[in-house]
């Protein structure tokens, strides 16, 4: 188990197994030494977290779920590199998507949920430029869906 798998372990998460497409199209693409991840949605251990930021949601939720959406694109990142979590050399960008009500306006504080769990997780490596942006409906109604740039070697 390498550096950034070990600092997982001692937070109390295990990366799950890659999950799989649900549509036409791939989980990544490689180019160069970047690598562009698919936008990972809230499904938890009990099945997909949804819910509509500023009616049936409150924000620390969607954090939370934006933190899970957060350890799927690692788990892309990790299967991406052939299972060696530390080819990761720098998250490079996030763009999360928060399903929220029209006049809700705290998606930074939600998709921070997943910004703040990269930090801690990966250090240095994990600061990342990011968008933040409003969605009136996600797929499955899901709560936070988050794509990521990343640089690996």
């Known amino acids: 188990m390498g550096q950034?798998?070990?600092?997982?372990?001692q937070m109390?998460?295990?990366?799950?197994?890659?999950?799989?497409?649900?549509g036409n199209y791939?989980?990544?693409?490689?180019?160069?030494?970047?690598?562009?991840?698919?936008?990972q949605i809230s499904k938890g251990d009990d099945g997909l977290i949804v819910g509509k930021l500023g009616d049936d949601m409150q924000t620390s939720a969607g954090a939370e779920a934006a933190?899970?959406?957060?350890?799927?694109?690692?788990a892309q990142v990790k299967a991406a590199c052939g299972g060696d979590l530390d080819r990761l050399q720098r998250v490079v960008k996030l763009t999360g998507f928060v399903n929220s009500t029209a006049?809700?306006?705290e998606q930074p504080q939600v998709i921070?949920?997943?910004?703040?769990?990269l930090g801690e997780a990966l250090g240095e490596a994990g600061k990342h430029s990011r968008s933040a942006v409003s969605a009136a409906a996600l797929p499955f109604g899901v709560a936070v869906e988050i794509d990521g740039i990343f640089q690996i070697k």
């Open 103 to 105: 006049d809700y306006t």
């Open 4 to 9: 950034f798998e070990n600092k997982l372990a």
């Open 67 to 74: 933190k899970i959406c957060a350890v799927a694109l690692l």
């Open 26 to 39: 791939v989980p990544y693409v490689q180019v160069g030494d970047i690598l562009y991840v698919s936008g």
């Open 12 to 22: 109390g998460i295990t990366l799950p197994e890659a999950p799989a497409p649900a």
């Open 112 to 117: 921070n949920g997943a910004s703040d769990f």
